[in-house]
């Protein structure tokens, strides 16, 4: 994989960061949000059996308000000993009194402990109730429940002793319906749209009955009861919560059952997953969307940002490639302003020195070829006449010639001096292009008082008038090298003058490509025709003396300093001009 696909790629994965770390915690804002709902449903479920117990106590005292009548108690006594029409009329008069005082009342009957039937303010007594009478010795005659009618209607049965003398006479049986019962599974605002409370009482055979529940659910908890709603649970009074479970619609619902024990009735009270986790879902479906439609701008974004890292990197790598292949003249010619950037100026910064150091090599292999050539030619010519000398020295001393010998002697030496000062000055001009060294500030006036200085004995001995310039005081230049600029000026003018007392003259003028040094002298000159060559190596003027080397080393200099040289001469004039770049 390319460092381009790299980059788009982490890129990529940094921008989804913030959307995978929303994934990992799904499942966690998932969970607060059902404990939070479960939380809601057993609070209303446990307000509703709070609720529930409240209507029992209420019917409760209602149906103690009745059995306490003192008068109803005495015409029940009466009526049980003689059977006093009269007891009868009055028996009816307070319990008619009682229906119509309470709504939710239907019909009360009175019946013996035995379960004999004595009043009913409806049809005939069924045999089930007689039996309940009978049953509901064991608890003092006190019994409550839920009971389905042949018709199909659900009504509220209570029964309470009537007492007198500390002796049960009778029960009073209270049929009511359970419209307060109900009302009280309608009153939580929490259920919203898709939440209902269901109620069911334990059957005969233990199945639950839904006592209220929506059209077809009945049917439905019959056929599979533990996986619809948990209505068995309800009934057997086990309290619990349901995460996992479908309605009678076979829709995934959220569920928590109470046992409402003084009527036997189990309550669940449910509401739809969706309903639950319909905003989160929106939430996350919202935010798939708009990280959907921002990964485009962002894959774009990645791409373009991955593609400006790449293309110089790319170019560096092409660079290297045709650098490597001999070509120094590649430029990445980057603009970027970062690291890259940096890294591919710096790149071509070192081309630009690779290729200067190239061409200093070219250039000074071909001084070296120039050289060998040059010093082949000039240094042969002293030998052969110092081997001619030998021969005519041997014979002069065969021959005992003591002048002769002397004065060939002095030739030799003077060669021999000649071809070591050519050597020296050979060493000093390759040492010029190869020596590490450091520009700094100066005045080349100092430098200039210094050569002037070290010539002093010469300059004297010749009478030489000595002139300056007003120099700058701040030259970028390589010190020792240009002491050695004027060292060489100076000696030259000192070599080529046909007399004493002459004129040395340090100028300094200002240009504008900078400033525009020389040194000219009096009582010399150069032809027209010499001008071009005196800055060669071994190169001297026609009848002059000398190595023909310290000129050689005055351009070697201005060289070093990316500057030019060049002579300009009259007839009794010379003057050797110089620039520094930098000055």
């Known amino acids: 994989m390319s460092i381009k696909w790299k980059i788009t790629v982490l890129f990529l994965l940094l921008a989804g960061t913030p959307l995978f770390i929303g994934w990992i915690f799904k499942s966690q804002y998932?969970?607060?949000?059902?404990?939070?709902?479960?939380?809601r449903l057993e609070a209303v479920a446990s307000n509703l059996e709070e609720r529930m117990d409240l209507v029992h106590q209420l019917n409760q005292e209602r149906l103690a308000g009745i059995t306490s009548r003192t008068q109803l108690r005495l015409s029940l006594s009466r009526y049980l000993e003689a059977e006093e029409p009269g007891a009868m009329q009055m028996m009816r008069l307070i319990i008619g009194d009682a229906l119509s005082s309470i709504p939710t009342f239907q019909r009360i009957d009175i019946l013996a402990t035995d379960g004999e039937p004595i009043l009913t303010t409806g049809d005939d007594i069924?045999?089930?109730?007689?039996?309940?009478?009978?049953?509901a010795g064991q608890q003092n005659y006190r019994h409550a429940e839920l009971r389905e009618t042949p018709d199909g209607e659900w009504k509220l049965l209570m029964m309470g002793p009537l007492n007198l003398n500390d002796d049960v006479i009778g029960v009073a049986v209270l049929h009511s319906d359970i419209t307060d019962i109900l009302a009280q599974a309608d009153r939580d605002a929490y259920l919203k749209n898709s939440g209902a409370v269901l109620l069911a009482v334990r059957g005969e055979d233990g199945s639950p009955r839904l006592v209220r529940a929506p059209v077809a659910t009945e049917q439905a908890a019959r056929d599979t009861p533990n996986s619809v709603l948990p209505f068995v649970d309800a009934v057997q009074a086990k309290e619990n919560t349901y995460t996992d479970i479908s309605d009678y619609r076979g829709v995934p619902v959220l569920a928590a059952t109470r046992y409402a024990e003084p009527l036997?009735?189990?309550?669940?009270?449910?509401?739809?997953?969706?309903?639950?986790?319909?905003?989160?879902q929106v939430l996350q479906q919202r935010q798939l969307w708009l990280t959907v439609a921002a990964l485009i701008p962002l894959f774009a974004l990645a791409y373009w940002i991955a593609w400006s890292v790449y293309r110089p990197v790319k170019r560096l790598v092409e660079g290297t490639g045709i650098v490597g292949a001999g070509d120094l003249g590649y430029r990445t010619n980057s603009t970027?302003?970062?690291?890259?950037?940096?890294?591919?100026?710096?790149f071509d910064a070192m081309l630009d020195r690779l290729n200067k150091a190239n061409k200093n090599l070219v250039a000074s292999?071909?001084?070296?070829?120039?050289?060998?050539?040059?010093?082949?030619?000039?240094?042969?010519?002293?030998?052969?006449?110092?081997?001619?000398l030998l021969d005519l020295f041997i014979l002069a001393v065969q021959h005992n010639d003591r002048e002769k010998t002397q004065t060939l002697s002095d030739h030799?030496?003077?060669?021999?001096?000649?071809?070591?000062?050519?050597?020296?000055?050979?060493?000093?001009?390759t040492k010029i292009g190869y020596r590490e060294l450091s520009r700094e500030t100066a005045n080349p006036k100092t430098l200039i008082?210094?050569?002037?200085?070290?010539?002093?004995?010469?300059?004297?001995?010749?009478?030489?008038?000595?002139?300056?310039?007003?120099?700058?005081?701040?030259?970028?230049l390589y010190r020792s090298l240009v002491t050695l600029l004027y060292t060489n000026l100076v000696q030259n003018a000192l070599d080529h003058t046909l007399g004493d007392g002459f004129q040395l003259h340090f100028t300094a003028q200002p240009s504008q490509a900078g400033w525009v040094f020389g040194v000219r002298n009096t009582q010399s000159s150069i032809r027209p025709d010499d001008q071009t060559r005196i800055f060669q190596m071994f190169r001297t003027g026609k009848h002059e003396t000398g190595t023909g080397v310290g000129l050689s080393i005055c351009k070697k200099v201005?060289?070093?300093?990316q500057g030019r040289i060049w002579v300009e001469s009259g007839p009794d004039v010379t003057w050797f001009q110089f620039t520094l770049e930098g000055a």
Do not use: C, W, Y
């Open 30 to 39: 998932e969970s607060l949000v059902q404990r939070n709902a479960l939380a």
């Open 336 to 346: 970027a302003r970062d690291e890259i950037g940096d890294l591919a100026r710096a």
């Open 126 to 135: 069924e045999p089930l109730i007689r039996a309940r009478v009978r049953d």
């Open 558 to 561: 201005v060289d070093r300093h």
């Open 449 to 476: 008082d210094s050569v002037v200085s070290e010539l002093d004995g010469q300059l004297r001995a010749r009478e030489v008038d000595i002139r300056f310039d007003p120099h700058p005081d701040d030259v970028r």
């Open 365 to 388: 292999r071909n001084d070296l070829e120039h050289f060998t050539h040059i010093a082949a030619h000039d240094l042969r010519e002293p030998l052969r006449q110092n081997r001619s």
């Open 412 to 429: 030799l030496f003077a060669n021999t001096d000649k071809m070591l000062h050519m050597i020296d000055d050979f060493r000093l001009l």
């Open 264 to 280: 036997g009735l189990g309550m669940v009270v449910k509401i739809d997953r969706d309903e639950v986790f319909g905003p989160l």
